[in-house]
């Protein structure tokens, strides 16, 4: 991965780098977070797919640190990775500062109620975010009632996909079908 990153560097035309099923794990990914983050901005992504590449906490971290100075990546997949709820919390804080992303799948990465308590706080702050999918996570009712809140004051939030998560039958969660193209399942249906 460290080279494929460094051969990205200055390359104007390669706008799309799909890496998905790699198993580039935490270095692989913190290699590739380091040319996002260039400091001289020749790295020209708009849209790079991780899933399924067996990384963390660390990589994670990587990318978020990432987020907050990259200004050209507005797609960014990361589902089926082992990022756990600290790990998304990680992305999520990086909502905050970055000012492109559009699409943000964090799907199957085992985010918690407390990755939506960070997320809704960064949402109040990103108006560039229209997509953001959560599917597949345990995020409970707790996290349903803050993506709620987040929802509420999300000034860009058009999608947001949460099918598979386990909420509530009712509540504030049922109350968000209407505010968004949200995509609910409910572990009854």
Known sequence: AGALAFSLLGNHKL?????????IGDQGVEQLADMLADEHKLCYLKELNLAWNNFGHAGAMAIAEA???????THLYM????????GTMFICAALSENATLNLLDLSH????????????????????????????????????????WG???????????????VFAKEGPVADMVGYADVNLQHPDD
Do not use: F, Y
Request: glycine share 10%.
């Open 15 to 23: 706008k799309v780098l799909h890496l998905k099923n790699n198993k």
């Open 67 to 73: 987020l907050k100075v990259n200004i050209r990546l």
């Open 79 to 86: 589902p089926w990775n082992g990022l756990e709820s600290e």
């Open 109 to 148: 990465t085992r985010a918690g109620p407390e990755t939506c308590l960070v997320l809704s706080a960064a949402l109040r702050l990103n108006d560039t975010l229209e997509q953001l999918h959560l599917n597949g996570n345990p995020l409970g009712a707790d996290g349903g009632r803050h993506l709620m």
């Open 151 to 165: 929802l509420h004051i999300s000034k860009s939030i058009t999608t947001l996909g949460v099918q598979g998560c």
